[in-house]
Structure formats: C-alpha cells, structure tokens
C-alpha cells in the first residue's frame, strides 16, 4: 500500500443525504454507491457550510468558511491567491485534475488544478450577482418552478450532455495516468451536476421507478407558518406565482431518483475506469455533494436553506486496506474535507489556518465532539445568515429574522422552533453569545453589499464592446490523439494499450 494514496472525489450537485439508501432511504436504486459505503466509512452528520453551489465548492476547495474569501453567493470570484487543496497536495507532490462542474467566476478557472478536463456547465462572469438592495424584483436568471412544474421524462438535456463528458474524459485521465510514465500520486475531482434540477432525466432512468414507489414530502406547513427565510425563498423561486401541485410534486421527486440512479451508474463507470487501470488498490474513494434539496418538504425547493434536506450531505470515504468500515456520528462538513487531504497526502503548512478540521481520526475509528460552522449570503436572504450545529442542536440566526432553535435528536423532522421555548432560554443566550464572538454580522453585511455593487457594475461594463470570456476552454491538441506520422507506430501502439503486452 502506497504510503501517499491516490485520492478520487466523485461529487454529486444537489444530492442530500436522505435520498441515498446509506443515509436510510428505501426508494433509490444506487448499487455502487451502497457498496462504496458497505466497505467504506460514512459520515452521519456531514454538511455543506453554505447551501449553494458556488459559496458551497468553494469552502470545500479552500477549508474557509465564505465570508473570510468572498465567497457570497454563485457569482463571486474566489481570489487567485486563496490556497485550496489542490494547491497544497500539488506543492506537496500529488498530480491535480478536475474534471466537470466547479463553478469558478472570474479569469482563474484552475485554481490550484494542473489540468481541467472540461469546461463548466455554467458561466464564469458575474452575471448571476444577487442584489439585495432590490430583493423584492425576482432575479431572472434564477430558478423558476418550470423545474418542478414540467418534471418527467426526456430523451437528453444539457445535464446529461454535460455530466457524459465529465465522465469520458475523466475515466480516459485514469488510464492515461496508467500509462504514463509520472509517478506521482493524483488527486482528480470528478464533479457531476446531476441530480440538481431541472427535475428531467431520460426514460430508461425514468423506467427504473415506479409513481407509486415515490415518498412524498413528509412535512407539509402552510405558508403562515414558514419562517420569514423560507418565505423569502418562495418568492425568489416565484412558487407564490406558479404552485405545485401534488402529482408535479410526485413527478419531480421521480425524475430527482432516477438522476440519482445516473449519478450512481457513473459512480460505477468510474470505479470500473479505476480498477482497470490497475489503480484502485492505492486510491482512496469519497464521495460527497456541494449541498441538498429540500425536494418540496416544508413546501420548499432546491436549497439555500439550513433545513438539514437542504444542508445535510452524503460523505463517504472508501479505504478498505486503510480504514475499517464503520459510521461516523459527530458532526463534519465540507470545510474538514482540505485539512483532512492534506494529512493524508503530507502537506501539513498552511498559509492560512482552515476553518476545519482533520477527520483521519474519525476514519480511523475515533470519537470525536465535532461541529459545523455555516453562514448564508446569497439570494433568497437579505442579511446574513448564520448556522451553529453542535452536539444534538442547531441554531439559525439572522439579524433580521426570529432565532430558530432545533434539537435533532428529539426532532429530526425540525418540526419544533425551540428558540421561544422558556426551557431553552439558556440554549439561546449561549448560542447568541457566540454569534457575537464569531462574527461581526454588520460589517459581513456592508462587505456583501459592496461587493454586490462592485460585480454589476464590472459585470454592465465587461458587456459593452468585444467581450471576453473566462469560461474554461480545455486545451486539447489534437495533433498528438491517436496515431500520428511524427511517432513510430509500432511504438505508439504499444505504449497506448493497457496493459502492455507481456506486462
């Protein structure tokens, strides 16, 4: 067993943790990734810091919670000099790749990565900056109910396009690695945007599952009785304009399963890419997801909301040789993921402290206390809002809204708002207390208006004359594919087949 192991993350966009049988549910179908957490370790508690998709990646790149890099909402640029993991395991010696969806804004498009296997599947500019200075005008770019309303089945869609790149070129990586001649260890990310809606997935994964197989939402609340966050959600998603009914509800819940099952066949797409290669003995495999998707529970959609359908993730990490299976139950998030890479690969400075932790203790079969620190900035808020989940409790806070207050052991539907509770006045002051020391929620405020400024006014002037894109474009020459008159052909041949002959 190599002392450095390979590592290959294969992250899902938008899967929580309560539609995948490892985490209790009944009704997915998804083989490989069930048997990655029958051999594996898995993460109970595990969570996003900031239930979006850009502000999510980019804590689980860097180990910094979204405040300390800028990291606001889906347009924010990540500073070039932030260091993620891939900056610290290559300086340490391991071969970076990312293949698929990362959501990076701004002309850094790597970002410690020494190669990127595909474009993203969004844009890279900064026109997708919330402004909450106009909260009450529906941003135009941004999800509508169209995904819920016209859920069902389809021959393709930009996802599938999209996520069947992500994989070809990905598992083509693995066996070029094979075949070359650097020894270094890799870590590649392989990054899917299914299941994230739109709720549409082609027939044969529709076929997989029957109307009345699907769950349904198990909390059902009238809008009076939304908290004012939830309520603001249903505006920017315009579900007080077009609301869903109970058979849409059904259908996009199905459609959300069978891209559940597609995200599981390239799981095991790729775990066959990697045993062929000859490489899965000495790669440690994890899977994880940049946020949920409340899947209409609460009546809600998509995330953007500490509800744990939104905010709680699968996370699996798969070392048979290396670490026992078993479950974790303290709480982690996706700001462990960088300090815990960089243990296991040796790359022990930072330049800057994480805001995690290393969980190589806990995959080694240790108890741990554990905790998860999150902070929401994006659309659907209008002031900062923050997440403390310790031991048995989370605690939500805004400045502008009533504190919410759940203990998920007695409650894990977080039916209960415990923070009006007179039993629980002490929770709330402790809790209160340590928002204050943790953050300065005026000056986060100021700092996310200003940058909101900032990015519509580059974002108005970059449009006007010849515009130039930061969208990733994947070098790709194809006069070195294949066979080429400038290489002797016997040699090629046998360089490119796998294994080589008499090996």
């Known amino acids: 067993m190599a002392e450095r192991p390979n590592v290959l993350i294969l992250m899902a966009d938008q899967l929580t943790a309560g539609a995948l049988p490892a985490y209790g549910n009944r009704v997915a179908k998804t083989p490989h990734i069930d048997g990655l957490a029958a051999g594996g370790v898995v993460f109970d508690s595990f969570y996003c810091n900031s239930p979006l ?22 347009a924010a640029e990540m500073r070039a000099d932030i260091p993620t993991f891939a900056h610290y395991l290559r300086g340490a010696g391991y071969r ?26 969004y844009p890279a500019d900064f026109g997708w900056t919330p402004d909450w200075s106009r909260f009450a005008q529906r941003p135009s770019w941004y999800h509508s109910m169209d995904s819920v309303t016209q859920a069902g089945p389809c021959e393709r869609t930009n996802q599938i396009d999209f996520d069947d790149e992500v994989v070809f070129f990905a598992r083509q990586k693995l066996f070029d690695i094979a075949r070359g001649r650097d020894r270094r260890p890799f870590c590649m990310v392989v990054s899917m945007t299914h299941p994230h809606d739109p709720y549409s997935i082609p027939q044969p994964y529709w076929d997989r599952y029957h109307d009345a197989d699907i769950d349904m939402p198990r909390v ?3 809008v009076e009785e939304l908290d004012p966050h939830s309520r603001r959600l249903r505006h920017v998603c315009g579900l007080d304009q077009q609301p869903v009914t109970e058979a ?28 062929g290669a000859g490489l899965g003995d000495d790669t440690v495999v ?87 620190i999150g902070e929401y900035l994006a659309e659907g808020a209008i002031a900062p809002v923050v997440m403390i989940r ?100 016997g040699d090629l041949e046998a360089m490119a087949r796998f294994p080589r002959p008499g090996a």
């Open 248 to 275: 849409q509800t059904r259908a996009a819940r199905h459609a959300y399963y069978g891209a559940t099952s597609y995200v599981d066949d390239q799981v095991g797409s790729m775990l066959g890419a990697l045993k």
């Open 220 to 222: 059902r609340l009238g």
């Open 390 to 489: 310790r031991g048995r409790h989370k605690f939500i806070h805004s400045p502008v809204d009533p504190d919410q207050l759940y203990d998920l052991g007695a409650d894990p539907d977080e039916r209960v708002n415990l923070a009006a509770s007179p039993a629980h006045a002490a929770d709330v002051r402790t809790f209160r207390a340590e928002v204050e020391r943790r953050w300065d929620l005026k000056a986060v405020h100021a700092a996310v208006l200003a940058s909101q400024r900032r990015r519509h006014l580059v974002y108005a002037a970059l449009r006007q004359g010849l515009y130039t894109p930061w969208d990733h474009q994947p070098r790709r020459d194809a006069s070195r594919l294949y066979i080429r008159n400038d290489q002797d052909l």
């Open 53 to 74: 998709c850009a502000p999510s990646r980019y804590s689980f790149l860097a180990g910094r919670l979204p405040a300390a890099i800028g990291a606001y909402d889906n």
């Open 286 to 372: 994890i899977v994880l997801a940049d946020h949920g998707d409340m899947l209409g529970e609460r009546g809600l959609w998509y995330k953007m909301s500490y509800f744990e359908p939104a905010c709680r993730i699968p996370f699996i990490v798969h070392a048979p040789g290396r670490y026992r299976p078993g479950r974790a139950a303290a709480p982690a998030s996706l700001l462990d993921v960088l300090p815990t890479l960089c243990e296991l690969g040796g790359a022990t400075t930072f330049a800057d402290p994480p805001d995690g932790r290393s969980l190589l203790a806990e995959l080694g079969g240790a108890a741990a206390a554990g905790e998860v």
């Open 96 to 121: 970076t790749v990312l293949s698929g969806k990362m959501h990076f804004c701004g002309p850094d498009q790597l970002h410690g990565f020494e190669e990127r296997l595909t474009t993203d599947i």
